[in-house]
C-alpha cells in the first residue's frame, strides 16, 4: 500500500458516524511502514525474562500483588494500529452525525485525522500498557503491547543496547499494570469520565470537570508510575530519559506541531507534574503513604491537590 492508498480511504470514508473506522485503519496502515518483526528465540526470552523481572521488582517495591496482562504482544507498527484503532472506536465510536448538510466533509476530515494521529503514534510508541477500557468482553481485562520495531530504532538512533533500552521501557509499562491491579475500580473511573466528556462533545459541549477529573486521574496514574519506576528498575537509567528527552526536543517543526495537536506535551506535563506530587508525598511521609491514592476512587488528587500535596495528605493521611 501506498500513501495514495491511504489519501483515497480519508476520501472515501462512508458510513452514519463521524469517523469511518475501516477507512482510518485503511489509510494509517498504507501510510506507515510496518517495520522488521523477526525475533530470535533469545529476544522473545528476553520480553518475558523483562515483564516477569519488573513484576517481581515492582511488587517488592509498591508492597501490592497484581497480575501481568494475559495478552503480552510484541508487535510491528501495523498490528499496534490494529489494537488502537479498536480503542478509540469504543472511546469514540457513540459520536454520531447531528445532520445531512456537512455530515459527508466532517467525517473525511475526521477520518483522516484520526488516520494522521494514529501513523504518527505508530512510528513512535515503543510500549503500551493498555486497560482495554470500554471492552465489550469481560474477558478483555487488559494488555501489554511492545513495538518491536520502534525500540530498535529508537535504541539505534540514542547509541544504547536495545536488551537495556527494551528492559526501561518493560518496566514502565509494567508500573502501569501495577496501578491497574492496585485499584481495580479505576477502569470504571475513568470510562465513567471518557464518556461523560465524549456524550458532551456529542452534544456540542465541553464538558470541563469531567475532563479535569479525568486529566488529575491520568497525572496520578503517570506520575505514581515515575515514582515506582524510580525505586524499582534496576538500573541507573538517566541516561536514558536525558537521551529521550533530547531527541523528542530536536524533532523537526513538522512533528513538534503533531505532538502538540495530539497533546503529547500535556502527557509530558502530566509525568511532571505527577512526580512531583509524589515525591513530596514520600518526603513527607513514606511510599506506603503515596500507595493510598489507589485504596478508593474518593483517593485521587483533585486538580487542586495535585498542586498542594500537604492538602491531599491532610485528607486522605
Given at each position: ?274 512526580k512531583a506530587f509524589f515525591e513530596h508525598v514520600v518526603e513527607a511521609r513514606d511510599i506506603e ?17 495535585l498542586d498542594a500535596p500537604e492538602t491531599w495528605l491532610a485528607r486522605v493521611d
Open positions: 500500500m501506498t500513501l495514495s492508498d491511504s489519501v483515497r480511504a480519508i476520501t472515501t470514508a462512508s458510513g452514519d458516524g463521524l469517523i469511518d473506522w475501516r477507512a482510518v485503519t485503511e489509510a494509517a496502515t498504507a501510510a506507515v511502514d510496518p517495520g522488521e518483526l523477526s525475533l530470535s528465540a533469545a529476544e522473545r526470552d528476553g520480553y518475558a525474562r523483562d515483564v516477569r523481572d519488573a513484576r517481581t521488582r515492582v511488587s517488592e517495591v509498591a508492597g501490592v500483588d497484581f497480575d501481568v496482562p494475559d495478552t503480552i504482544e510484541v508487535q510491528n507498527r501495523h498490528h499496534w494500529i490494529d489494537a488502537n484503532t479498536a480503542t478509540f472506536e469504543r472511546v469514540l465510536g457513540t459520536l454520531e452525525t447531528t445532520g445531512p448538510g456537512l455530515a459527508g466533509f466532517a467525517r473525511v476530515l475526521n477520518t483522516g485525522s484520526m488516520s494522521v494521529a494514529l501513523a504518527f503514534l505508530a512510528n513512535n510508541v515503543l510500549g503500551q500498557y493498555d486497560p482495554l477500557l470500554l471492552a465489550e468482553s469481560p474477558t478483555e481485562s487488559h494488555a501489554l503491547y511492545f513495538v518491536q520495531p520502534n525500540i530498535a530504532r529508537v535504541a539505534d538512533e540514542l547509541d544504547v543496547a536495545e536488551e537495556r533500552f527494551r528492559r526501561w521501557i518493560a518496566f514502565h509499562e509494567v508500573t502501569h499494570a501495577a496501578e491497574f491491579g492496585a485499584a481495580p475500580w479505576l477502569p470504571d473511573h475513568l470510562e465513567a469520565r471518557m464518556e461523560q466528556s465524549v456524550d458532551a462533545l456529542g452534544d456540542g459541549r465541553v464538558d470541563r470537570q469531567s475532563m479535569r477529573e479525568l486529566n488529575a486521574a491520568m497525572t496520578a496514574v503517570e506520575g505514581y508510575a515515575e515514582l515506582l519506576m524510580d525505586r524499582a528498575f534496576d538500573d541507573e537509567y538517566e541516561d536514558l530519559r536525558e537521551k529521550v528527552e533530547a531527541r523528542r526536543r530536536g524533532r523537526g517543526p513538522i512533528a513538534a506541531l503533531v505532538r502538540r495537536l495530539l497533546g503529547l506535551g500535556m502527557k509530558r506535563r502530566q509525568y511532571e507534574r505527577g503513604t503515596a500507595s493510598l491514592v489507589w485504596g478508593a476512587p474518593e483517593n485521587l488528587p483533585s486538580d487542586d491537590e
